[in-house]
Protein backbone atom coordinates (compact mmCIF):
# COMPACT_ATOMS: atom_id res chain seq x y z
CA UNK A 1 0.00 0.00 0.00
CA UNK A 2 1.56 3.76 -0.74
CA UNK A 3 1.39 6.33 1.31
CA UNK A 4 0.04 9.92 -0.43
CA UNK A 5 3.63 12.77 -0.09
CA UNK A 6 3.20 14.72 3.13
CA UNK A 7 1.52 18.24 2.35
CA UNK A 8 -0.26 21.27 3.84
CA UNK A 9 -3.76 22.25 3.09
CA UNK A 10 -4.26 24.54 0.21
CA UNK A 11 -4.57 28.02 1.52
CA UNK A 12 -5.01 29.79 -2.06
CA UNK A 13 -6.58 26.59 -4.15
CA UNK A 14 -3.58 24.69 -4.84
CA UNK A 15 -2.17 22.12 -2.24
CA UNK A 16 1.57 22.46 -0.61
CA UNK A 17 3.95 19.67 -0.75
CA UNK A 18 6.27 19.63 1.75
CA UNK A 19 8.98 18.27 0.48
CA UNK A 20 11.60 19.88 -1.72
CA UNK A 21 12.65 19.08 -5.44
CA UNK A 22 16.49 19.10 -6.55
CA UNK A 23 17.61 21.32 -8.95
CA UNK A 24 20.99 22.01 -10.29
CA UNK A 25 22.46 25.68 -9.49
CA UNK A 26 24.16 25.05 -13.42
CA UNK A 27 20.02 24.31 -14.10
CA UNK A 28 18.92 27.36 -12.39
CA UNK A 29 21.04 29.80 -13.94
CA UNK A 30 20.27 27.96 -17.80
CA UNK A 31 16.64 28.69 -17.41
CA UNK A 32 17.21 32.47 -16.11
CA UNK A 33 19.52 33.12 -19.13
CA UNK A 34 17.10 31.48 -21.30
CA UNK A 35 14.45 33.02 -20.75
CA UNK A 36 16.07 36.43 -20.74
CA UNK A 37 16.51 35.35 -24.17
CA UNK A 38 13.19 34.86 -24.98
CA UNK A 39 12.14 37.84 -23.88
CA UNK A 40 13.95 40.08 -25.56
CA UNK A 41 13.12 38.01 -29.08
CA UNK A 42 9.59 38.64 -27.76
CA UNK A 43 9.86 42.21 -27.73
CA UNK A 44 11.88 42.75 -30.65
CA UNK A 45 8.98 40.39 -32.84
CA UNK A 46 5.77 42.58 -31.36
CA UNK A 47 6.05 44.91 -28.88
CA UNK A 48 2.68 44.76 -27.60
CA UNK A 49 4.20 41.87 -25.50
CA UNK A 50 5.19 45.01 -22.87
CA UNK A 51 1.20 46.26 -22.81
CA UNK A 52 0.41 44.99 -19.35
CA UNK A 53 1.34 41.19 -19.48
CA UNK A 54 1.63 41.41 -15.40
CA UNK A 55 2.94 38.08 -14.10
CA UNK A 56 4.04 35.35 -16.61
CA UNK A 57 4.92 32.04 -16.11
CA UNK A 58 7.77 29.32 -18.22
CA UNK A 59 6.77 25.74 -17.53
CA UNK A 60 10.10 23.75 -17.67
CA UNK A 61 10.86 19.87 -18.27
CA UNK A 62 14.33 19.44 -16.51
CA UNK A 63 16.15 17.12 -18.77
CA UNK A 64 19.77 15.80 -18.68
CA UNK A 65 20.44 17.05 -21.57
CA UNK A 66 19.52 20.61 -20.01
CA UNK A 67 15.97 22.38 -19.56
CA UNK A 68 12.98 22.26 -22.12
CA UNK A 69 10.30 24.88 -21.94
CA UNK A 70 7.26 23.78 -23.00
CA UNK A 71 4.45 27.10 -22.48
CA UNK A 72 4.53 30.69 -21.79
CA UNK A 73 1.06 31.76 -19.96
CA UNK A 74 0.16 35.61 -19.29
CA UNK A 75 -2.22 35.12 -16.59
CA UNK A 76 -0.30 32.41 -14.59
CA UNK A 77 -1.98 31.36 -11.11
CA UNK A 78 -0.19 29.87 -8.52
CA UNK A 79 2.08 32.25 -7.00
CA UNK A 80 1.02 32.70 -3.68
CA UNK A 81 1.00 28.40 -3.21
CA UNK A 82 4.73 28.68 -4.87
CA UNK A 83 5.65 31.53 -2.13
CA UNK A 84 3.86 29.24 0.55
CA UNK A 85 5.96 26.24 -0.71
CA UNK A 86 9.34 28.34 -0.53
CA UNK A 87 8.39 28.52 2.98
CA UNK A 88 9.03 25.43 3.40
CA UNK A 89 12.28 24.92 2.07
CA UNK A 90 13.48 28.09 3.43
CA UNK A 91 16.41 27.79 6.18
CA UNK A 92 17.10 31.13 6.83
CA UNK A 93 14.65 33.87 5.86
CA UNK A 94 11.29 32.50 5.50
CA UNK A 95 9.53 35.46 6.81
CA UNK A 96 11.42 38.07 4.61
CA UNK A 97 11.50 35.71 1.44
CA UNK A 98 7.85 35.94 1.52
CA UNK A 99 7.37 39.54 2.53
CA UNK A 100 9.54 40.32 -0.69
CA UNK A 101 8.02 38.26 -3.24
CA UNK A 102 4.88 39.40 -2.07
CA UNK A 103 6.00 43.26 -2.56
CA UNK A 104 7.47 42.38 -6.04
CA UNK A 105 4.00 40.96 -6.86
CA UNK A 106 2.20 44.00 -5.78
CA UNK A 107 5.11 46.21 -7.89
CA UNK A 108 3.94 44.14 -11.14
CA UNK A 109 0.13 45.30 -10.28
CA UNK A 110 1.05 48.80 -9.81
CA UNK A 111 2.93 49.13 -12.90
CA UNK A 112 0.18 47.21 -15.50
CA UNK A 113 -2.50 47.97 -14.11
CA UNK A 114 -3.31 49.88 -10.68
CA UNK A 115 -1.21 52.84 -11.22
CA UNK A 116 0.83 54.27 -8.75
CA UNK A 117 -1.50 56.94 -7.13
CA UNK A 118 -4.03 54.96 -4.69
CA UNK A 119 -6.22 58.20 -4.71
CA UNK A 120 -6.61 57.68 -8.90
CA UNK A 121 -6.92 54.08 -9.53
CA UNK A 122 -10.99 53.50 -8.81
CA UNK A 123 -12.44 50.33 -8.63
CA UNK A 124 -10.26 47.14 -9.36
CA UNK A 125 -12.56 44.19 -9.96
CA UNK A 126 -10.60 40.43 -10.08
CA UNK A 127 -12.87 38.91 -12.42
CA UNK A 128 -12.86 34.68 -13.45
CA UNK A 129 -15.85 32.62 -15.24
CA UNK A 130 -17.99 30.62 -13.30
CA UNK A 131 -16.21 32.03 -9.82
CA UNK A 132 -17.82 29.45 -7.16
CA UNK A 133 -16.19 26.69 -9.45
CA UNK A 134 -12.69 27.89 -9.67
CA UNK A 135 -10.22 25.98 -7.64
CA UNK A 136 -7.96 28.98 -7.54
CA UNK A 137 -10.89 31.20 -5.69
CA UNK A 138 -9.14 31.62 -2.81
CA UNK A 139 -6.20 33.23 -4.53
CA UNK A 140 -8.28 36.08 -5.83
CA UNK A 141 -9.06 36.84 -3.07
CA UNK A 142 -5.98 36.85 -1.53
CA UNK A 143 -4.90 38.86 -4.13
CA UNK A 144 -7.72 40.91 -3.55
CA UNK A 145 -6.29 41.59 0.06
CA UNK A 146 -2.59 42.65 -0.95
CA UNK A 147 -3.92 44.78 -3.44
CA UNK A 148 -6.42 46.74 -1.34
CA UNK A 149 -3.79 49.25 0.02
CA UNK A 150 -3.27 50.37 -3.30
CA UNK A 151 -6.42 50.77 -4.66
CA UNK A 152 -9.70 52.81 -3.90
CA UNK A 153 -11.66 49.71 -3.83
CA UNK A 154 -10.99 45.91 -5.04
CA UNK A 155 -13.72 43.16 -5.53
CA UNK A 156 -13.89 39.87 -6.77
CA UNK A 157 -16.35 39.17 -9.77
CA UNK A 158 -18.09 36.62 -11.83
CA UNK A 159 -17.88 37.63 -15.27
CA UNK A 160 -21.35 36.65 -15.59
CA UNK A 161 -22.47 39.56 -13.07
CA UNK A 162 -20.92 42.28 -15.39
CA UNK A 163 -22.80 45.06 -17.59
CA UNK A 164 -22.03 48.21 -19.82
CA UNK A 165 -24.16 50.49 -18.46
CA UNK A 166 -23.75 54.42 -18.81
CA UNK A 167 -20.59 54.67 -20.57
CA UNK A 168 -18.89 52.55 -17.71
CA UNK A 169 -18.71 48.63 -16.94
CA UNK A 170 -20.02 47.67 -13.86
CA UNK A 171 -20.69 45.37 -11.42
CA UNK A 172 -24.37 46.50 -10.01
CA UNK A 173 -24.03 49.55 -8.95
CA UNK A 174 -20.40 49.74 -9.07
CA UNK A 175 -18.49 50.88 -11.69
CA UNK A 176 -15.09 49.70 -12.68
CA UNK A 177 -12.13 51.21 -13.53
CA UNK A 178 -9.90 48.38 -14.07
CA UNK A 179 -9.73 44.49 -14.60
CA UNK A 180 -7.18 41.71 -13.66
CA UNK A 181 -8.35 39.53 -15.91
CA UNK A 182 -8.22 35.59 -14.83
CA UNK A 183 -10.59 34.27 -17.90
CA UNK A 184 -9.41 31.76 -19.95
CA UNK A 185 -10.99 34.16 -22.87
CA UNK A 186 -7.78 35.28 -23.49
CA UNK A 187 -8.92 38.07 -26.46
CA UNK A 188 -12.46 38.94 -24.47
CA UNK A 189 -13.45 37.39 -27.78
CA UNK A 190 -16.61 35.37 -26.21
CA UNK A 191 -20.20 37.11 -26.35
CA UNK A 192 -20.31 36.42 -22.64
CA UNK A 193 -18.08 38.91 -22.29
CA UNK A 194 -19.53 41.63 -24.48
CA UNK A 195 -19.48 44.23 -21.86
CA UNK A 196 -15.78 43.83 -21.09
CA UNK A 197 -14.83 44.40 -24.78
CA UNK A 198 -17.12 46.92 -25.40
CA UNK A 199 -15.50 48.68 -22.33
CA UNK A 200 -11.77 48.22 -23.38
CA UNK A 201 -13.01 49.52 -27.05
CA UNK A 202 -14.42 52.71 -25.60
CA UNK A 203 -11.12 52.92 -23.63
CA UNK A 204 -13.15 53.39 -20.86
CA UNK A 205 -11.20 50.06 -19.01
CA UNK A 206 -7.42 49.14 -18.23
CA UNK A 207 -6.91 45.38 -18.49
CA UNK A 208 -4.27 43.10 -18.14
CA UNK A 209 -3.18 40.59 -18.63
CA UNK A 210 -4.05 42.57 -21.73
CA UNK A 211 -5.17 40.79 -25.19
CA UNK A 212 -2.23 42.34 -26.83
CA UNK A 213 0.14 40.60 -24.53
CA UNK A 214 -1.48 37.06 -25.11
CA UNK A 215 -1.35 37.43 -28.45
CA UNK A 216 2.16 38.50 -28.79
CA UNK A 217 3.76 36.12 -25.79
CA UNK A 218 1.28 33.00 -24.62
CA UNK A 219 -0.18 32.03 -28.07
CA UNK A 220 0.92 28.64 -28.74
CA UNK A 221 1.73 29.55 -32.50
CA UNK A 222 4.65 31.91 -30.77
CA UNK A 223 6.43 28.67 -29.97
CA UNK A 224 6.16 27.58 -34.58
CA UNK A 225 8.66 30.66 -34.62
CA UNK A 226 11.14 30.36 -31.09
CA UNK A 227 11.85 26.57 -32.14
CA UNK A 228 13.22 27.89 -35.10
CA UNK A 229 15.98 30.11 -33.35
CA UNK A 230 19.40 28.90 -33.24
CA UNK A 231 19.97 30.81 -29.86
CA UNK A 232 17.04 29.40 -28.26
CA UNK A 233 17.60 25.47 -29.51
CA UNK A 234 20.05 22.95 -29.06
CA UNK A 235 20.75 23.86 -32.92
CA UNK A 236 22.62 26.48 -31.40
CA UNK A 237 24.76 24.76 -28.75
CA UNK A 238 22.87 25.83 -25.69
CA UNK A 239 21.38 23.43 -22.97
CA UNK A 240 18.22 25.27 -22.59
CA UNK A 241 16.03 25.06 -25.35
CA UNK A 242 12.34 25.79 -26.49
CA UNK A 243 10.26 22.05 -27.60
CA UNK A 244 10.31 22.15 -31.34
CA UNK A 245 6.75 22.63 -32.43
CA UNK A 246 4.94 22.34 -36.10
CA UNK A 247 1.71 22.83 -37.25
CA UNK A 248 -0.62 19.56 -37.13
CA UNK A 249 -1.25 20.64 -40.80
CA UNK A 250 1.58 20.47 -42.66
CA UNK A 251 1.43 16.84 -42.70
CA UNK A 252 -0.68 13.96 -43.25
CA UNK A 253 -2.42 12.18 -40.23
CA UNK A 254 -0.90 9.18 -41.42
CA UNK A 255 3.25 10.58 -40.81
CA UNK A 256 1.93 11.99 -37.30
CA UNK A 257 0.51 8.53 -36.32
CA UNK A 258 3.39 6.47 -37.12
CA UNK A 259 5.95 8.82 -35.40
CA UNK A 260 3.19 9.72 -32.72
CA UNK A 261 5.64 8.85 -30.40
CA UNK A 262 8.01 11.73 -30.12
CA UNK A 263 5.11 14.38 -30.09
CA UNK A 264 1.99 15.82 -28.12
CA UNK A 265 -0.59 17.39 -29.64
CA UNK A 266 -1.66 20.93 -28.27
CA UNK A 267 -4.81 23.09 -28.92
CA UNK A 268 -3.50 25.94 -30.19
CA UNK A 269 -5.74 28.20 -27.53
CA UNK A 270 -5.91 25.54 -25.24
CA UNK A 271 -5.02 25.69 -20.79
CA UNK A 272 -4.90 23.61 -17.90
CA UNK A 273 -3.74 20.40 -20.41
CA UNK A 274 -7.37 20.80 -21.70
CA UNK A 275 -7.42 18.97 -25.41
CA UNK A 276 -3.82 17.63 -25.10
CA UNK A 277 -3.06 14.18 -26.28
CA UNK A 278 0.33 12.70 -25.63
CA UNK A 279 1.23 10.62 -28.90
CA UNK A 280 2.05 7.30 -28.11
CA UNK A 281 -1.18 7.06 -26.10
CA UNK A 282 -3.63 8.47 -28.68
CA UNK A 283 -5.72 6.29 -31.29
CA UNK A 284 -5.46 6.90 -35.28
CA UNK A 285 -8.71 7.91 -35.10
CA UNK A 286 -9.12 10.65 -32.31
CA UNK A 287 -5.72 11.89 -34.20
CA UNK A 288 -8.13 11.85 -37.20
CA UNK A 289 -10.48 13.77 -35.35
CA UNK A 290 -8.16 16.59 -34.46
CA UNK A 291 -9.10 19.71 -36.01
CA UNK A 292 -5.68 20.07 -38.03
CA UNK A 293 -6.18 23.98 -38.09
CA UNK A 294 -6.38 24.21 -34.61
CA UNK A 295 -3.59 22.22 -33.36
CA UNK A 296 -0.54 22.44 -32.56
CA UNK A 297 2.76 19.01 -32.55
CA UNK A 298 5.10 19.62 -29.87
CA UNK A 299 8.07 17.25 -29.63
CA UNK A 300 8.00 15.27 -26.59
CA UNK A 301 9.49 16.37 -23.56
CA UNK A 302 9.84 13.42 -21.07
CA UNK A 303 8.92 14.89 -17.55
CA UNK A 304 11.44 13.36 -15.04
CA UNK A 305 9.95 11.59 -12.08
CA UNK A 306 10.79 11.45 -8.64
CA UNK A 307 10.28 8.03 -6.12
CA UNK A 308 8.21 9.17 -3.14
CA UNK A 309 6.78 6.75 -0.68
CA UNK A 310 7.25 4.27 -2.80
CA UNK A 311 5.55 5.63 -5.68
CA UNK A 312 6.52 7.15 -9.03
CA UNK A 313 5.93 10.98 -9.23
CA UNK A 314 6.20 12.95 -12.56
CA UNK A 315 7.07 17.13 -11.81
CA UNK A 316 7.92 20.01 -14.20
CA UNK A 317 9.24 23.35 -12.87
CA UNK A 318 6.86 26.91 -13.16
CA UNK A 319 8.81 29.58 -13.14
CA UNK A 320 6.89 32.94 -12.31
CA UNK A 321 8.58 36.16 -14.28
CA UNK A 322 8.27 39.42 -14.58
CA UNK A 323 8.93 39.81 -18.21
CA UNK A 324 12.13 37.71 -18.63
CA UNK A 325 13.45 38.31 -14.72
CA UNK A 326 12.30 34.59 -13.14
CA UNK A 327 10.94 36.04 -9.89
CA UNK A 328 9.71 32.76 -8.32
CA UNK A 329 9.33 29.06 -8.84
CA UNK A 330 7.86 25.97 -7.79
CA UNK A 331 7.61 22.25 -8.86
CA UNK A 332 4.22 20.66 -10.01
CA UNK A 333 3.98 17.05 -8.84
CA UNK A 334 1.41 15.04 -10.30
CA UNK A 335 0.35 11.49 -11.65
CA UNK A 336 -0.62 10.88 -15.02
CA UNK A 337 -0.40 11.60 -18.78
CA UNK A 338 -0.98 15.19 -18.26
CA UNK A 339 -0.67 18.20 -15.04
CA UNK A 340 -3.11 17.87 -12.93
CA UNK A 341 -3.12 18.93 -9.27
CA UNK A 342 -6.52 16.53 -8.50
CA UNK A 343 -5.10 13.02 -7.26
CA UNK A 344 -3.85 13.19 -3.41
CA UNK A 345 -0.24 13.74 -3.04
CA UNK A 346 -0.45 16.02 -6.26
CA UNK A 347 0.36 19.66 -5.64
CA UNK A 348 3.23 22.38 -5.61
CA UNK A 349 6.60 21.97 -4.09
CA UNK A 350 9.15 23.89 -3.00
CA UNK A 351 12.76 23.53 -4.94
CA UNK A 352 16.00 23.33 -3.80
CA UNK A 353 19.00 24.94 -5.98
CA UNK A 354 22.44 22.91 -4.72
CA UNK A 355 22.96 24.11 -1.31
CA UNK A 356 21.17 27.58 -1.58
CA UNK A 357 19.37 28.16 2.07
CA UNK A 358 16.48 29.94 0.05
CA UNK A 359 14.71 30.17 -3.66
CA UNK A 360 15.73 33.91 -3.65
CA UNK A 361 19.38 33.18 -2.73
CA UNK A 362 19.61 31.05 -5.30
CA UNK A 363 17.94 33.15 -7.85
CA UNK A 364 20.39 35.88 -7.45
CA UNK A 365 23.52 33.62 -7.46
CA UNK A 366 22.36 32.17 -10.51
CA UNK A 367 21.74 35.26 -12.49
CA UNK A 368 25.10 36.84 -11.14
CA UNK A 369 27.41 37.91 -13.97
CA UNK A 370 30.22 35.35 -14.29
Sequence with gaps: MTMAIPGMDAPYGLPVLEAPVPVS?????????????????????????????????YDVHPAPE???????????????????AARLANACCADWERDLLEQ???????????????????????????????????????IAGLLRPHAAQVIVVDAAELTYEAGALRHRATAIDRVYWRST????????????RRALDEGRLVLAPSPE???AIADKRRFLDWSRQPELSRAGGAAF???????????????WY??????????????????????RSISRRKLADLPAAQYLAQRYAPHPVLDRSGREWKYDVRFFADRGQVIGAAARLFAGQVVGMKEPGSGFAPIRVGDSCCLLGALAATTRPG
Design 241 to 255: CIAETRRLDEQPVEA
Design 258 to 279: ADRANWVFKPVSGYASRGVYVG
Design 185 to 196: DFLVADPAHAPV
Design 66 to 84: GPVLIEVNTNAGGLLTAIQ
Design 25 to 57: PDAMGLVGAGIRALWQRIVAADPRAESRPLLLS
Design 104 to 142: RLVELFRRDLLGSDAAATGTVAIVDDRLAEQALLPEMHA
Design 213 to 215: AYT
